[in-house]
T-cell receptor, first 114, second 115 residues
């Protein structure tokens, strides 16, 4: 049972346009969500996070939106740049319930076309 | 430089031959974790450790062991590797996880092939 789902394996976007990456989850105990970016032959790197008490968090070109009622979060990248081409993973944790596991989605490969 | 290091980076071994993948971090992080990445399955947590001598199972702990005798080191042990443990492994560390979570810093990965 996949608790964190990224239903789009890949996404192509023109440089300068908006990239929207989506993530759905099933466990209502999740209280913290994170996005990581991964380039080939490297480990994932942290991008942005959001607590379940918020519905939006912004950091430069990156904004994460959380819709708790729909159990859905999205990552917006504006404007998209060729260097953003990577695999993006969303992750969730339920630290407030006393468990410190992280559940990752399967990833979305973003390609930004110059 | 703040980093998480893993060794070896690449390993080819045979079924049943015990192996250890080392992980070390120099950021004084309490939380450390191991993940495996497989095509179509994303990253799956194997084990994590909240602090020295405190470890717990992630989602896919079968066939793996860990130990946390020192804060900076968190080795992953495969007592009797099998071909289904062929994967890309990542070690990660972070500050303590409170009510929410904290960003994890990942190592460069270890590609393991079990024949």
């Amino acid at each position: 049972d996949q608790q964190v789902k990224q239903n789009s394996p890949s996404l192509s976007v023109q440089e300068g346009r908006i990239s929207i990456l989506n993530c759905d989850y099933t466990n209502s105990m999740f209280d913290y969500f994170l996005w990581y970016k991964k380039y080939p032959a490297e480990g994932p790197t942290f991008l942005i996070s959001i607590s379940s008490i918020k519905d939006k968090n912004e950091d430069g070109r990156f904004t994460v939106f959380l819709n708790k009622s729909a159990k859905h979060l999205s990552l917006h990248i504006v404007p998209s740049q060729p260097g953003d081409s990577a695999v993006y993973f969303c992750a969730a944790s339920a630290g407030g319930s006393g468990t410190y596991k992280y559940i990752f989605g399967t990833g979305t490969r973003l390609k930004v076309l110059a | 430089e703040a980093q998480v290091t893993q060794n070896p980076r690449y390993l080819i071994t045979v079924t049943g031959k015990k192996l250890t993948v080392t992980c070390s971090q120099n950021m004084n992080h309490e939380y450390m974790s191991w993940y495996r990445q497989d095509p179509g399955l994303g990253l799956r947590q194997i084990y994590y450790s909240m602090n020295v001598e405190v470890t717990d199972k992630g989602d896919v702990p079968e066939g793996y062991k860990v130990s946390r005798k020192e804060k900076r080191n968190f080795p992953l042990i495969l007592e009797s590797p099998s071909p289904n443990q062929t994967s890309l492994y990542f070690c990660a560390s972070s500050l303590p996880t409170g009510l929410g979570g904290n960003e994890q810093f990942f190592g460069p990965g270890t590609r393991l092939t079990v024949l």
